[in-house]
């Protein structure tokens, strides 16, 4: 693993950080791809937004990004993460910004997913929320939702609001098709806005599909005809269960994740 702390290469980063006491923090992830990030920038203006959100001050864009770069290119494949926290938060501090970038394996993720209904209590859900759609790193309720869902023998968990209405995964995108229609939830309910998401999405207009996003009950997602994960370290996996509902991984999702892998490749090598 290669760890940098504000530009400079480091092996820790203090416990009284503002993001290991409190979860008070920013952060994205690319894929490095032999060395090169995909998407870079997309992330980089997604980072902004969301440490605006939090009242966060972000050094600029182009020295985050050259060091985003530099560990890629020192890693190789895997994955970048940026971290941006308040500082620490002990009496004294000075309470400045502090920008962590890790390079680290692409975690093992399996070649399709098994996904358990889970009601999302602490998601917006589209009521107005100053974080909605914010990558911060309180992840906390997130993850307890994906190890719930393997203790039940689930590899994640599929994020509902109260009354039923499809929202994400812990950590990934779902879309879905019937026919020659790929459906996602509306950005509007407060969901992360998926860069992965967003490229599948143009490549199946691309591919002679047409896009619906909205407001979607779980119902919709069971009688799909194929459903998909999307996410970074993802990219596009097909989902083969969501609760007791089984479904093949159809063309239209292997040929989405061949033409977004291509698509990837094609960019990172231009």
């Known amino acids: 693993m290669i760890t940098f702390v504000d530009g400079v290469r480091q092996a820790a980063i203090a416990v009284t950080d503002s993001t290991v006491v409190r979860g008070d923090g920013v952060f994205e992830a690319v894929r ?24 966060i001050d972000l050094p600029d864009g182009e020295r985050i990004g050259s060091w985003m770069r530099s560990a890629a290119a020192e890693g190789g494949d895997g994955v970048v993460r940026v971290i941006v926290s308040r500082g620490d938060v002990v009496p004294g501090a000075s309470g400045e910004e502090r920008v962590v970038v890790i390079h680290h394996r692409v975690p093992f993720t399996p070649s399709a997913l098994r996904l358990r209904p889970w009601p999302a209590p602490w ?17 906390a309720p997130h993850q307890a939702a994906t190890r719930s869902a393997g203790r039940d023998g689930f590899d994640d968990a599929l994020l509902l609001t109260d009354d039923g209405a499809v929202l994400e995964g812990p950590t990934f995108g779902v879309l879905w098709i019937r026919g020659e229609v790929i459906s996602a939830p509306a950005l509007e309910l407060g ?23 909205g407001r979607f009950q779980l119902d919709d997602v069971l009688t799909a005809d194929e459903v998909l994960a999307v996410s970074t370290v993802k990219e596009v996996t097909p989902v083969v269960s969501v609760g007791e509902q089984e479904f093949r991984p159809g063309p239209l999702t292997r040929n989405l994740a061949s033409r977004f892998r291509d698509h990837v490749i094609a960019t990172v090598r231009s």
């Open 123 to 139: 998601h917006p859900a589209g009521r107005p929320w100053e974080l909605s759609g914010v990558k911060t790193t309180s992840y």
């Open 32 to 55: 490095s791809y032999g060395g090169r990030l995909f998407a870079l920038d997309e992330h980089l203006a997604r980072l902004a937004h969301s440490a605006a959100a939090m009242g």
């Open 191 to 213: 969901i992360l806005d998926s860069i992965t998401r967003r490229h599948v999405l143009r490549l199946a207009e691309e591919e002679g599909l047409a896009v619906d996003t």
